[in-house]
């Protein structure tokens, strides 16, 4: 594959940490949205409504659709898609979850001349 065709692809990658605040809400969204898929076979379905009720992070895996990033940019086609979700320990004080430092935000005060 030439560089050419290789600058054609572009992989975006996007972490969302989400509250659950209403988890009786993203239940019953996330059956209504398995009730309504028409493709989707009676046994996946009951499968999909149990999973959903015992794990919020099931439930939302049900509603996100990475498409509708996407939908309204011009001049891309999605060629592949996959999510996930799980449940975390979230700690919004750790170093893990400092965005600026990813971003390649502030530099330390050291490093200036």
């Given at each position: 594959m030439s560089t050419s065709d290789?600058?054609?692809?572009?992989?975006?990658?996007?972490?969302?940490?989400?509250?659950?605040?209403?988890?009786?809400?993203?239940?019953?969204?996330a059956k209504a949205r398995i009730d309504g898929d028409e493709?989707?076979?009676?046994?996946?379905?009951?499968?999909?409504?149990?999973?959903?009720a015992e794990d919020s992070a099931e439930a939302l895996a049900h509603l996100v659709e990475p498409f509708d990033l996407i939908?309204?940019?011009?001049?891309?086609?999605?060629?592949?898609?996959?999510w996930s979700t799980e449940e975390i320990e979230y700690d919004p004080d750790a170093l893990e979850w400092d965005l600026d430092e990813e971003d390649g935000g502030e530099e330390d005060d050291d490093d200036q001349p």
């Open positions: 290789t600058a054609r692809y572009v992989r975006l990658r996007v972490d969302v940490v989400l509250e659950i605040d209403g988890p009786a809400e993203l239940l019953d969204a493709f989707m076979p009676e046994d996946e379905r009951v499968q999909a409504r149990t999973a959903a939908r309204d940019v011009p001049g891309i086609e999605m060629v592949q898609a996959s």
